[in-house]
């Protein structure tokens, strides 16, 4: 990752992921009408994904629309939106309120200066201009989450002993540790190769993993994690 990521993390830890700014921010429904245009795409969303009855799983992250929240330059410009994250075309689409027709959807500008919210989860831009989740934001090290989708076509039986698949979507997701510097390396779930990126500190990161029984796959176990980390 380079130094624009890393700098624009540490402005999120500091304003603590911007929590607060979007709870206490009089942004109301009707102000969110005179919004849109800042911070949509005109026009239908461009979207490529199969979303038939009879594919398995999804292209987004969470099948429904949930409420949500744009920031444009650190500041919320629209609160309590309806916002879905379309993981494959990797982008975010967004409507005034949940009984908003889908016709009336449109796609969040995909821009450094824009970041959503959806519920208490953060993302924002990198340079290599796909999304990532703010897990964790800390003056030495910060925790990223990359979502991803493979879209896997039907396959029909050919034969008596062959079973027919249908089209699919696979979930994938990578964290990444980001240093102060801007540098990133894939943080592993193996406790034995995450256990080396923490330097000298390994045997205190060690210790901390097993007296509280850290898992490296869930995501609140590694904000405590990262927490003790950049104490430390």
Do not use: W
Not at 52 to 59: F, L, N, P
Not at 160 to 184: C, E, F, H, Q, W
């Amino acid at each position: 990752m380079k130094r624009y990521l890393a700098l624009s993390i540490l402005l999120i830890s500091a304003s603590g992921l911007y929590a607060q700014a979007v709870s206490t921010a009089e942004v109301t429904s009707n102000s969110n009408y005179t919004r849109m245009s800042s911070v949509y795409v005109t026009g239908a969303v461009d979207e490529n994904i199969d979303d038939s009855d009879e594919v398995k799983g999804s292209a987004y992250l969470y099948p429904n629309y949930r409420l949500g929240a744009i920031l444009q330059n650190d500041k919320v410009v629209a609160q309590n939106i309806a916002i879905k994250y379309n993981v494959y075309n990797d982008l975010f689409k967004g409507k005034v309120n949940i009984g908003t027709p889908e016709d009336e959807a449109h796609q969040i500008i995909k821009s450094k200066e824009f970041k959503v919210r959806i519920g208490d989860q953060l993302f924002m831009l990198g340079n290599d201009n796909t999304y990532y989740q703010v897990i964790y934001a800390g003056d030495k090290a910060s925790l990223l989450k990359k979502h991803s989708k493979t879209y896997y076509e039907r396959i029909q039986a050919t034969t008596s002993l062959t079973r027919t698949s249908p089209a699919r979507y696979k979930d994938k997701s990578v964290y990444y540790m980001v240093d102060a510097d801007g540098n990133y390396k894939e943080f592993p779930t193996s406790k034995k190769k995450a256990l080396k990126l923490f330097g000298e500190q390994q045997g205190a990161i060690k210790k901390f993993i097993k007296e509280n029984k850290i898992k490296l796959s869930d995501d609140e176990d590694l904000k405590k994690l990262f927490e003790y980390y950049n104490s430390l």
